[in-house]
Nanobody, 121 residues
Framework: QVQLVESGGGLVQTGGSLRLSCAYSGNIRGINVLGWFRQAPGHQRELVATIRDGGSVDYGDSVKGRFTISKDNAKNTVYLQMSSLKPEDTAAYYC???????????????WGQGTQVTVSS
């Protein structure tokens, strides 16, 4: 079992920046992919970004060019640097391990509790 704890959310104005952190612990040796997701009220959970063990990254179309995912293996932490934030980025942001898209939704054995990001217009 892997434990994930997100932090860094908050209220920011349009055009501003935030950096989210996700500290992971427990049975982490088998993790291949770490991902950031977000979910706004009334919407399905959306892929934001993923980073593989080898370092390759992928982004959701809505955040490409604005968000950057990275990780620090020494600190067992994955980051999401968010820039040029828009009101539509408002959501609860979650990190997860080895996510898969199945049955019409993103699934993982391990999710964090989430951190709220609110972008004011």
């Amino acid at each position: 079992q892997v434990q994930l704890v997100e932090s860094g959310g908050g209220l920011v104005q349009t055009g501003g920046s935030l950096r989210l952190s996700c500290a992971y612990s427990g049975n982490i040796r088998g993790i291949n992919v770490l991902g950031w997701f977000r979910q706004a009220p009334g919407h399905q959970r959306e892929l934001v970004a993923t980073i593989r063990d080898g370092g390759s990254v992928d982004y959701g179309d809505s955040v490409k060019g604005r968000f950057t995912i990275s990780k620090d293996n020494a600190k067992n932490t994955v980051y999401l640097q968010m820039s040029s934030l828009k009101p539509e980025d408002t959501a609860a942001y979650y990190c997860a391990t080895d996510p898969v898209f199945f049955g019409g939704t993103w699934q993982s054995d391990s999710w964090g509790q989430g951190t709220q990001v609110t972008v004011s217009s």
